[in-house]
């Protein structure tokens, strides 16, 4: 029995020693995996940063094979090579990612998000399609489905498009009327040009009824009235376009002018351009008032004709202004004035341009949807040097 209580009494402190021994080397392994970890990284972060791609990725796949169940190096790698391009190595990446069986259902979800925009970056619509299409449910829903978006809005397949919009728009994932008002239109488009105008205008009535105030659907109503010969309708769509959405009446102004001289309504819509100008002067809707005031100045001293010209550039330093004016007046030196009406017309022509607000894309005409960064509505109705 004494014997016993010896041989506890020696193990204790030997078995101390020896957990010592063992949690010191276990520390000491820790510390240098922790060590050769950062390294690594953050080797491969400060070549990132100084935009040093090449050496980035080489840092990256060191740190992965070091440690090849680290996620987060795994995304970081993917990225860099998407960015650079190299979508097929991004792909494997995430796919390599996705056959594992020890990753969390959050970092799933992000590894095929990442593979889907590995496949849209690549062009590969049909794949990321269905590699977005398998996120509905998850964090990455809205994302995807903007994604989604996109794809449909590249391919112009308007209807299905509308029907993301729609499942975004109730869930509150933002106000797609306006947009969804946009899709009806382009397939009212598509309908005229398969000759099917009734199909057209029961489009455009929806697109209407969607979003009442975007001027799209009015405008092109009024266009297709204007081409059947029905004079009155289009002006009419167009005094409702007035009303309901004046900051678009510049896009319109023209239309207006040649569906008014068509029904016989040319002084209410002279009196509605200039209700229109005094709250809000436009070159376009100073081009309609000139087209159609053809009276001589009124009594009370008000511009006629081109003197409209001559009272907006009281008010605006408009270079546009001075060259229309300039164009039909007698110059002291008439024989010199196709020259310098020529250098005039060619020095304004940049300043009749539209401009988008969101990416800068500049174009002779308006467009709904822009050519550059595909966002919609950003033109503004206003040339270049109103803006």
Wanted: hydrophobic share 40%; aromatic share 8%.
């Amino acid at each position: 029995m004494e014997s016993d209580l010896v041989w506890l009494l020696l193990g204790l402190p030997v078995a101390f020693v020896l957990g010592w021994v063992a949690s010191r080397l276990d520390l000491r392994q820790l510390r240098a995996e922790n060590r050769n970890l950062p390294k690594a990284y953050f080797k491969g972060l400060n070549f990132l940063l100084n935009e040093q791609q090449d050496q980035a990725i080489d840092a990256f796949i060191e740190a992965v094979q070091n440690d090849p169940d680290t996620s987060e190096l795994h995304f970081a790698l993917g990225n860099l090579f998407r960015r650079r391009g190299e979508y097929d190595r991004a792909v494997r990446v995430h796919e390599h990612l996705l056959s594992r069986g020890d990753l969390s259902p959050k970092d799933r979800d992000r590894a095929q998000y990442a593979l889907a925009l590995d496949f849209l970056k690549a062009g590969l619509l049909d794949r990321a399609e269905e590699a977005l299409a398998r996120l509905d449910g998850t964090d990455f829903e809205g994302q995807a489905r903007l994604a989604l978006l996109a794809i449909y809005e590249r391919s112009r397949e308007w209807p299905r498009a509308a029907a993301i919009a729609r499942k975004m728009h109730d869930a509150s994932q933002g106000d797609f009327s306006t947009r969804q008002a946009h899709y009806l239109c382009e397939q009212a488009a598509e309908q005229l040009a398969r000759n099917d105008i009734a199909g057209a205008l029961d489009l455009l009535a929806q697109a209407q009824a969607t979003s009442p105030h975007s001027p799209r659907p009015r405008m092109e109503q009024a266009r297709l009235h204007q081409h059947q010969g029905q004079c009155e309708a289009a002006f009419a769509t167009l005094k409702a376009l007035a009303s309901e959405a004046p900051m678009a009446l510049p896009l319109a102004a023209a239309l207006l002018v040649e569906a008014a001289r068509h029904c016989g309504q040319t002084a209410q819509a002279l009196a509605l351009l200039k209700a229109h100008y005094a709250q809000a002067p436009s070159l376009d809707v100073l081009d309609a008032i000139v087209t159609l005031d053809t009276s001589p100045t009124g009594q009370d001293g008000s511009p006629s004709g081109r003197q409209w010209y001559l009272r907006h550039l009281e008010n605006e330093p408009s270079l546009v202004a001075a060259a229309k004016w300039i164009a039909d007046e007698r110059l002291e030196h008439e024989q010199y004035h196709p020259q310098v009406q020529r250098a005039l017309d060619h020095a304004t022509l940049p300043l009749t341009r539209y401009r988008c607000a969101a990416c800068g894309f500049e174009a002779r005409q308006h467009f709904w949807q822009c050519p550059g960064c595909q966002s919609w509505d950003s033109y503004p109705a206003r040339r270049i040097e109103e803006l």
